[in-house]
């Protein structure tokens, strides 16, 4: 059987050079919680093996299995040919630590308010215990709402979507985080599902 040219790639540092280098030759564009070769690389290597995306260091000389090799080289080439964003390849997309389940029926989850809220809104609002009852409009796979529900942890959450698909995958985020009790998805137009309602904060990052 006739050597392929992976074949001496073992370690994760090897396959990270190796992923930069092709991707950097394909010409990719990023931005799907990327910025440039090197962090989609590491993006996608760690999250096809199940390690902390946050983590790259301690596991840049891990030797890895064929099987595993495989699947890296696999990832590779078909983001190269398909040119789809990295997170629809391996099914996952993060804002800051928040983790959310991805697939082509939702916009990849990337927003300047989600990153807002992580590191701290008190300096822009104040007593954010005061925020009870929030809305995200244009949810898609619910990320801002799932994260608003996190920061105001005493705050009911309306999700509004339009398409039922990008609600599907919206759901099993909702699931996942466990927050079918206080964040609630609605199907419709904008204000159309929660007319005559009042909210606190409403937070909207619609498609572009």
């Known amino acids: ?10 370690t994760i540092r090897d396959w ?14 990023y931005g799907h919680g990327t910025e ?3 962090d989609e690389a590491a993006f996608l290597i760690l999250a096809t093996l199940r390690l902390p995306i946050h983590e790259l260091e301690p596991w840049l000389e891990a030797r890895l299995t064929r099987e595993e090799r495989s699947r890296i ?3 590779i080439e078909t983001r190269i040919t398909t040119r789809k964003p990295a997170p ?6 993060w804002i800051k630590d928040f983790r959310f389940s991805i697939d082509e029926r939702a916009i990849v989850p990337r927003s300047y308010l989600g990153e807002l809220m992580v590191n701290g809104l008190e300096a822009t609002l104040g007593d954010t215990s005061e925020v009870t009852r929030v809305l995200d409009l244009c949810t ?5 709402a799932i994260i608003a529900a996190h920061v105001f942890s005493e705050a009911q959450v309306d999700a509004v979507e339009l398409s039922p698909a990008a609600l599907e ?11 079918e009790d206080r964040l609630h998805l609605l199907e419709g137009d904008l204000y159309a599902p929660v007319a005559g309602r009042r909210y606190d904060l409403i937070l909207a990052n619609p498609p572009y």
């Open 169 to 179: 995958v919206a759901r099993r985020n909702v699931t996942g985080y466990g927050l």
């Open 73 to 75: 080289n696999d990832l």
């Open 88 to 93: 629809y390849l391996v099914g996952e997309a």
């Open 140 to 144: 898609g796979a619910a990320p801002l």
């Open 1 to 10: 059987m006739p050597s392929s040219p992976t074949d001496d790639l073992l």
């Open 16 to 29: 990270l050079r190796y992923a930069v280098s092709r991707f950097n030759a394909a010409g990719l564009v």
């Open 36 to 38: 440039c070769a090197l």
